[in-house]
């Protein structure tokens, strides 16, 4: 797409839809969210992007080397979190138990295990929305 | 003969369809079975388990972090489809 005003506008919009994604991700113990509808609201900015300014620039953006990173880190991270819990003689996942930093219900830095999960859910939403994106544009532009 | 006799058997199994469909608990009631002590377990005991507000968070990442697991492997597998799906055709 070519368009002046389109392009400024969405410019100015992705910030904002990719601090409110990481608010979502952030605050998914708390209050609303948690790492699916983040993750989904960060991966919506990006397929805006790759609307919007083509897909050169969003292989430039996220490539697929970087993506890939991210889908793998995203689903390791999870697993190495819940062996963390049998490492320390609780059960696989485990939260409590496992000794997680607990804090106080409703803080930011509390409710253990589950922040932490939500982050990895989240990074792995966004990537693979944006990869299956670029991946099924790439074969209609038959790159 | 053969046509009567699968129209018969066909009309009692709608029969029968028809009657459990109309012996299952209304929508969102009380006496269904779906709705048990666990759903009170949750919305008392989260909060104070896994110090988490949002119960719905504690549910998904804590009390079924197993189940949550599976869905972002289902994640990784509908990628993985996706993508060798389509360099199969790149490399031919």
New interface residues.
């Given amino acids: 797409m070519n368009d002046l005003i389109v392009k400024t506008i969405v410019r100015w919009v992705i910030p904002f839809i990719q601090l409110f994604g990481v608010y979502v991700v952030f605050y998914g113990h708390v209050s609303f969210g948690g790492g699916f509808s983040g993750g989904a609201l960060i991966g919506a900015s990006l397929i805006l992007y790759a609307i919007t300014f083509g897909l050169k620039a969003s292989k430039k953006m996220v490539p697929h080397k970087r993506s890939q990173w991210m889908e793998s880190l995203g689903i390791l991270w999870y697993i190495a979190l819940g062996l963390v819990g049998i490492y320390t003689s609780a059960y696989f996942l485990g939260n409590k138990a496992a000794g997680f930093y607990m804090g106080e219900a409703g803080q930011l830095l509390s409710a253990g295990i589950i922040p932490l999960l939500t982050i990895g859910i989240g990074v792995k939403v966004a990537s693979t929305m944006i990869t299956l994106f670029q991946k099924l544009v790439e074969e209609n532009e038959d790159v | 003969m053969k046509k009567l006799f699968v129209v018969t058997v066909l009309t009692l199994l709608f029969l029968i369809l028809v009657y459990s469909v109309l012996e299952m608990p209304d929508f969102a009631s009380l006496n269904s079975p779906a709705y048990n002590d666990l759903a009170h377990y949750y919305v008392a005991n989260a909060?104070?388990?896994?110090?988490?507000?949002?119960v719905?968070?504690?549910i998904?990442?804590?009390y079924r972090?197993?189940d949550?697991?599976g869905e972002?492997?289902v994640?990784?597998a509908?990628?993985l489809a996706?993508?060798s799906v389509?360099m199969g055709?790149k490399h031919e």
């Fill in positions: 909060t104070e388990e896994a110090h988490a507000t949002n719905i968070a504690a998904i990442t804590d972090a197993f949550t697991l972002t492997t994640l990784f509908s990628i996706v993508t389509l055709k």
